[in-house]
């Protein structure tokens, strides 16, 4: 049997994506009309980028790129895609995908290694809560890598908690796929209609779209509150069409493993260059093996830092802790770069704050004033706009500005009529395209 390359040595893992590498940029140069303009307009002759350092000398390619050039990022015959799916873009529009046969074989293999990562194989059962159709990949490749992998799938679908107890009580599956917050209303259903959900056959719940875990890797809010009512294994994940590859969790639980063979990452600074390992940057990816719309360097938007050194399950593929935020996100507040999330956490893990709004917009200096909106759920007997303010500079060194309000207002600001998504962080900013 062949070892897996993710536990060769990070030596071995390089040399092996450098010759991906290769075969990647060759087949962009004979078959991506955008690549082909790209190399001709940068004066970028391929045998130049031998090592992954290299990569640096190609620009970048940007969502707004895909948005504006959709199909030229196509590199087979139409005849040869088997599905498309779209993805939302950042100018409005969707932005399509296509995959050929041979595409949707790497999806297979790429979640095989991810559910296997995870510990599943042959005679475990997963319960799918995600949808397999409208449009998305995701879906369809879980299915097809259970498949791969030689263990069951139970399709549900998202949503319908009735119908999913049902199904776990009927078939009784090991594993739940889904996004994590709706666990808490599975548990909820459960509770209100007796159901004995802490001893039901479920023992492991593979999130998706939703971290689980903070910068530190202990569980954050959700994962603790899920932890709290139901003591199941909670494995995180981060993928995106784009990637056609996922970042999972090993039973470690101490970032998302990368499938060498299948994306090469960089991580990149405010200033364009790769950060070092550890730091916190952009990251940015190269898809290798992908036939329908393979992707140079692309800027995914999301923040999170690569972690290299071997992890206590063995492996030597470099893992990605849990995304610190969306770069578009990035608050410059008194000289500290900070995310939304970060300021939740804050405000989540504070016993008296019900309900908030963070705001963000230009001040006169040309840096940001963030004003945080609050109601309370009672009045403590301290100040709590001090306290507030001392929890802040002690999480993440700075701290908004602080106005309480009445928690029916907040409400108002964080469910206006139109929105489906509860609404917490406001830009007001002005920024550049
Ligand atoms: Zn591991």
Known sequence: MIKDIEFESPEVIKAFQEQKLQEALAYLQANSPYYQEMFRENDIAISQIRHLEDLTRIPFTEKKDLQLRNWDFLCCPKEKIVDYVTTSGTLGEPVSFACSDKDLQRLAYNEKKSF????????????????????????????????????????????????????????????????????????????????????????RIIGIGEGLRDQNFNLNLLGRRIKEKWDVELFATYSSTEMGATFSECPYGCGGHVHPELIIVEIIGEDNLPVPDGEVGEIVITTLGVEGMPLLRFRTGDMAAKITGQCKCGRYSYRLTPLVGRKNNMIKLKGTTLYPPAVNDVLDNTPYVENYVVIVQDSDAGTDDVVVQLGLKYQPDFDPVKDLKDRFRSRIRVAPRIEVLPVPEVAAINFPAKSRKPVKFIDKRAKPL
């Open 116 to 203: 296997a990562c995870a510990g599943l194989g042959p005679g475990n059962i997963l319960q799918l809560m995600t949808t397999i159709d409208k449009r998305f990949m995701a879906g369809l490749a879980y299915f097809l890598g259970i498949r791969e992998l030689g263990a069951s799938i139970i399709r549900v679908g998202n949503g319908i908690p009735e119908l999913q107890w049902d199904t776990i009580q009927r078939l009784k599956p090991d594993t739940i796929m889904c996004v994590p917050s709706f666990i808490l209303r599975l548990i909820q259903y459960a509770e209100e209609h007796g159901i004995d959900y802490k001893n039901s056959s479920v023992k």
